[in-house]
C-alpha cells in the first residue's frame, strides 16, 4: 500500500497533497521558459510560447516564433510572428489565443494558428501603450485589463462583446504597481493593485484603499498577488516573506504563513478543490516550489528546470521543458482509503481485489444496488482516460470535466480536429444526434470545405454522401463557411442540398446573388423573407437602383411600403429626404421627437431638426410653433429644477396654471408675456387657478389691478361655480349694462335684475327674468315684468 501513497505531502495535520506526472514532454524547446511568453489555457487546454519576445539578444532581422502546443507537448501551431511587439499572451474561455501588443491592439488567433480577428483597446492606450496586460475569466467570458504608460487601467470585461472602460485613476501613482490583477466580485470586474504598502481596488466608478485584516507588521511593499481559481479567495506575498490569505472581499483573513524568502517569486496560484475546506498557495521561484496554507510548515519541492504554473479548478499543473505535472489536494475518500487500520469500504475492496473488478463484484451483494450511477461513472472514467492519451492532450480530471460539461469537451475536440473521437463519444455515450453526432459532422463538413486542393463538385459530393438527411445538420451553414474560404461555386452547390427557402436566401444575399435571392423568396410565400430581401438591397444598391427593382417587383414593392408604414419608420424618413418632401420630414420629427426621446436635449435637437424642415418647406407657422415648443421644453425644464414639481410636457396654457397655482404670478406673467398670451387669456387662466385656490383676497385685487379685458361676468360665473355668492355679488355691481341682467339673476336678485331689464326695455332681458321668477316668492315682480312688456309692445 506504501506505493501508493508515496508522493502524498503532509499539510499540516488535515490534508495531504500529492504531485504526479501527466506527460513526458517531447517538444523541442530551443530556448529556456523564461525567455518566453508563456500562456496555458486551463481545463488541460493548450500552451502558447512566443519565443524571442524582446528579453533576449538576437539578431535585429531574427523575429518570435508563436508555437502552439497541446498540454502533452504535440505541436498544433507554428508561426512567423510578423506584428507589432508583443506584451502578453492568453487564451479566452473558447481556446482563442488573444495576443496583446504594445500599441494597444489585441489580434486572436485560433488554436491552430488561424487569424480570427483584432480589436483596439481604444486610443488612450494607443497614445500611452501598454506597460503590462492579463487576460481573465468571468462567468460573462473572457477579459482583458490592460495597464498604460500613464499608468492608467482599462478593461473589457467580455471581449466577445467589447465595451472598453477606463478604471479611475489611483492618487499619486508615478510609476508601475509592484504588483496588480484582476477580480470579479458581484459580477463586476475589478482591478487590485498595489503600491508601496498600500492596496487599491478599482471598480468602474472609484479608486478605494483597503487594508487586509490581520496583515503582519513592517510591510513595506506587496511583491506579489494571486487570487483563486472561483474569485473567492486572495494570496498576498509581502516583502517581509510572509504569504496573507484570505477572503477576496478583504474581510476575513484565513491564515498567514512565513516563508522566510524575501525574494519575489516568479509566480503564486492557488491550489484548492471545490467543496474543500483546505487552501493552499503555491509559490514558484527560479528553482524552488513551495505548498504554504494553514500550517507551521510548507511543502517544498526542488525544480531541476524553468517551470510554469497553471492554475486550475481543483489543483495546478505544472510544466517544464521535460515533464507536464499535476499537484492537488488528495481527496478525503482517498485518505480514508489508505489511512493505517482504516476500515473504510474503499479500503476492503483495496485489500480484496483491484478496484475496478472489486466494485463490480461487489455490488452483485447489494440489495437493491441503482446500476446507473455505477456505470455513468464507468463511461466518464473511459472518456477522461481516451481524451488523456499523449496524442490527444487533454488531461481533465473528473471535477474538471464535470464543471465544463460533456458538450464543451466535444466542442474542444472539434476544435482539435479530432472528429472520429468526438463522434465515438458521442455514441459510446448515446446522446442525441442533435447534440451528438449530427453537430460534429456539420464541424466536419465545414472543415471539409476548405480543402481547396479537392474540386467543388467532389466537396459537394462527399459531403452530402456523408451527411444526407442527417436531422440538425443545416447545409447553408456549410456553404456559408465554404463561401468564406472564397469558394462561392461550392457554397452554391451545396445550398442546392438545403431544403429552407429561409436558410438559402440570407446566404444567396450575402453572395450578392439578389436577384436569384428575390426570385427565392417570392417563391416561398414568405413575406417576412421578402421583407429580408428588401432590406438588404435597400443597404447594398444605391437608392435609384434600389426604387427601380422595386418597380420592376410590384409584389416587393407593395409589401415594401407598408413596411415602412408600420414598422420602418426611419426609412420613411430616408424616403422623406430623397424626395425633397420637407413638409413630411419636419412632422416626422416632430412625432419622433415624442416617441423615441425621453431625455430633454434629445427632444429639443430633434424638434430643431423638425424646424429647419418647416423653413425649408416655407411653412413658417410650423416652424414658429416648434422653435416656441423648443423654448417652453427649456422653460419647463428650468421651472422643474427651480421649484420642483412636474411641468414638462404641460402645454402653454396648463403652465402658466401650475405657476399660478404654486403662487408664482409673476413668473407666469412672464411666461405669458414670452409667448404671446392674449390678455383675455391670461385673466380667464388666473381667475381660473385663483378660484380654485379660493384665494379671494388676491382674486379682488387682481380684478382691481386695471380694467378687466374680459369684463367681470367671468368673475361672477366662477365665484358661484364655487359655491360663493358673497364675493359673486362684488363683481356683479360692477358688471357692464349689456351683461347686468345676467350677473344679477346669477347672484339670486331676480328682483334687481328685472328693476334693470325694465330700464333698459329690453324684452328679451325681460323674458330672461321672468323665466327666472318662481310663484311663490317673486309674483309682484313677475307682474312688473309683465306691465313693462306690455307697454314695450305696444309702442
Not at 426570385?519 to 432590406?535: C, M, N, P, R, Y
Amino acid at each position: 500500500m506504501d506505493c501508493y501513497t508515496a508522493n502524498w505531502n503532509p499539510l499540516g495535520d488535515s490534508a495531504f497533497y500529492r504531485k504526479y506526472e501527466l506527460y513526458s514532454m517531447d517538444w523541442d524547446l530551443k530556448e529556456e521558459l523564461r525567455d518566453c511568453l508563456v500562456a496555458a489555457a486551463p481545463y488541460g487546454g493548450p500552451i502558447a510560447l512566443l519565443r524571442n519576445p524582446g528579453r533576449k539578444e538576437k539578431p535585429a532581422s531574427a523575429r518570435p516564433v508563436l508555437e502552439i502546443y497541446s498540454a502533452s507537448g504535440v505541436p498544433l501551431a507554428s508561426l512567423l510572428w510578423k506584428s507589432g511587439p508583443m506584451v502578453s499572451l492568453g487564451w479566452s474561455a473558447e481556446e482563442e489565443l488573444l495576443c496583446v501588443q504594445e500599441d494597444g491592439v489585441v489580434l486572436v488567433y485560433g488554436l491552430h494558428g488561424d487569424f480570427r480577428r483584432h480589436f483596439s483597446m481604444g486610443n488612450e492606450v494607443l497614445q500611452n501603450r501598454v506597460l503590462d496586460a492579463r487576460i481573465f475569466h468571468t462567468e460573462f467570458g473572457s477579459g482583458v485589463a490592460i495597464l498604460t504608460g500613464a499608468h492608467r487601467f482599462t478593461l473589457s470585461a467580455n471581449v466577445g462583446d467589447l465595451k472598453l472602460r477606463r478604471m479611475p485613476e489611483v492618487p499619486g501613482l508615478q510609476s508601475a504597481p509592484s504588483c496588480w490583477t484582476t477580480m470579479c466580485q458581484d459580477r463586476v470586474a475589478h482591478i487590485l493593485l498595489a503600491v508601496g504598502p498600500d492596496l487599491y481596488l478599482l471598480d468602474h466608478a472609484a479608486c478605494s484603499a483597503v487594508t487586509p485584516p490581520g496583515l503582519a507588521p513592517g510591510v513595506s511593499s506587496f511583491l506579489q498577488m494571486a487570487v483563486s481559481f472561483t474569485y473567492r479567495h486572495l494570496a498576498l506575498f509581502t516583502d517581509t516573506g510572509y504569504i496573507w490569505m484570505g477572503t477576496a472581499s478583504l474581510k476575513e483573513k484565513l491564515c498567514e504563513f512565513n516563508c522566510n524568502i524575501r525574494a519575489p517569486p516568479k509566480q503564486m496560484v492557488w491550489c484548492s478543490r471545490p467543496r474543500s475546506k483546505e487552501r493552499a498557495v503555491v509559490v514558484a521561484w527560479e528553482r524552488r516550489l513551495m505548498v504554504v496554507g494553514d500550517a507551521p510548515e510548507g511543502i517544498q519541492f526542488v525544480l531541476d528546470e524553468d517551470s510554469y504554473l497553471v492554475p486550475e479548478l481543483d489543483g495546478v499543473r505544472i510544466f517544464s521543458r521535460s515533464t507536464h505535472e499535476f499537484l492537488h489536494e488528495v481527496p478525503v475518500a482517498s485518505e480514508e482509503i489508505f489511512k493505517i487500520a482504516s476500515m473504510a469500504p474503499g479500503a476492503l475492496l483495496l485489500e480484496a481485489q483491484k478496484e475496478y473488478e472489486a466494485a463490480s463484484f461487489g455490488k452483485c451483494f447489494l440489495d437493491r444496488f441503482p446500476p446507473d450511477s455505477f456505470v455513468r461513472m464507468c463511461q466518464d472514467l473511459r472518456v477522461l482516460n481516451a481524451i488523456r492519451d499523449y496524442h490527444i492532450g487533454i488531461p481533465l480530471t473528473y471535477s474538471q470535466y464535470k464543471q465544463l460539461t460533456i458538450q464543451v469537451l466535444l466542442d474542444r475536440l472539434v476544435l482539435r480536429r479530432l472528429y472520429p473521437l468526438a463522434i465515438q463519444i458521442c455514441e459510446y455515450l448515446r446522446l442525441p444526434e442533435v447534440q451528438g453526432v449530427s453537430r460534429i459532422l456539420a464541424h466536419w463538413a465545414c472543415y471539409k470545405v476548405q480543402q481547396k486542393d479537392v474540386s467543388d463538385e467532389d466537396v459537394a459530393r462527399a459531403i452530402n454522401q456523408k451527411l444526407g438527411d442527417t436531422p440538425g445538420v443545416s447545409y447553408s451553414d456549410i456553404a456559408a463557411r465554404a463561401y468564406g474560404c472564397g469558394r462561392t461555386e461550392l457554397a452554391i452547390k451545396l445550398l442546392e442540398y438545403e431544403p429552407r427557402s429561409g436558410e438559402q436566401v440570407p446566404l444567396l444575399l450575402k453572395m450578392k446573388r439578389s436577384k436569384l435571392a428575390l426570385s427565392k423568396a417570392i417563391e416561398s410565400g414568405d413575406t417576412d423573407l421578402v421583407f429580408t430581401v428588401l432590406l438588404h438591397l435597400k443597404n447594398e444598391l444605391n437608392r435609384g437602383d434600389f426604387f427601380m427593382t422595386l418597380r420592376n417587383q410590384p409584389m416587393a414593392l407593395s409589401l415594401y411600403r407598408q413596411f415602412c408604414k408600420h414598422q420602418e419608420l426611419e426609412t420613411l424618413k430616408d424616403l422623406y429626404n430623397q424626395d425633397d418632401n420637407h413638409q413630411e420630414l419636419g412632422s416626422f420629427h416632430v412625432r419622433a421627437s415624442y416617441a423615441a426621446e425621453e431625455r430633454i436635449e434629445g427632444r429639443v435637437a430633434a424638434l430643431q431638426t423638425a424646424a429647419d424642415a418647416f423653413y425649408k418647406a416655407k411653412n413658417e407657422f410650423a416652424a414658429k410653433a416648434t422653435e416656441d415648443q423648443m423654448r417652453l421644453l427649456r422653460l419647463q425644464r428650468r421651472l422643474e429644477d427651480e421649484l420642483g414639481g412636474r411641468f414638462l410636457d404641460l402645454s402653454v396654457h396648463d403652465t402658466v396654471t401650475t405657476l399660478i397655482l404654486s403662487g408664482q404670478n409673476k413668473r407666469a406673467e412672464q411666461l405669458a408675456r414670452d409667448f404671446r398670451i392674449p390678455d383675455k387669456r391670461l385673466w380667464w387662466l388666473k381667475l381660473t387657478a385663483l378660484a380654485d385656490l379660493e384665494d379671494w383676497e388676491e382674486l379682488e385685487k387682481f380684478s382691481k389691478s386695471k380694467k378687466s379685458p374680459i369684463g367681470y361676468l367671468p368673475f361672477v360665473e366662477i365665484c358661484m361655480k364655487q359655491h360663493n355668492k358673497y364675493e359673486a355679488k362684488k363683481y356683479a355691481s360692477r358688471v357692464g349694462p349689456e351683461q347686468k341682467v345676467k350677473a344679477l339673476l346669477l347672484v339670486g336678485d331676480v328682483a334687481q335684475a328685472a328693476d334693470v331689464a325694465i330700464e333698459h326695455r329690453n324684452e328679451a332681458e325681460m323674458s330672461l327674468v321672468l323665466s327666472h321668477c318662481t310663484g311663490a316668492t317673486d309674483g309682484a315682480t313677475a307682474d312688473k315684468i309683465q306691465r313693462a312688456r306690455a307697454q314695450v309692445q305696444k309702442k
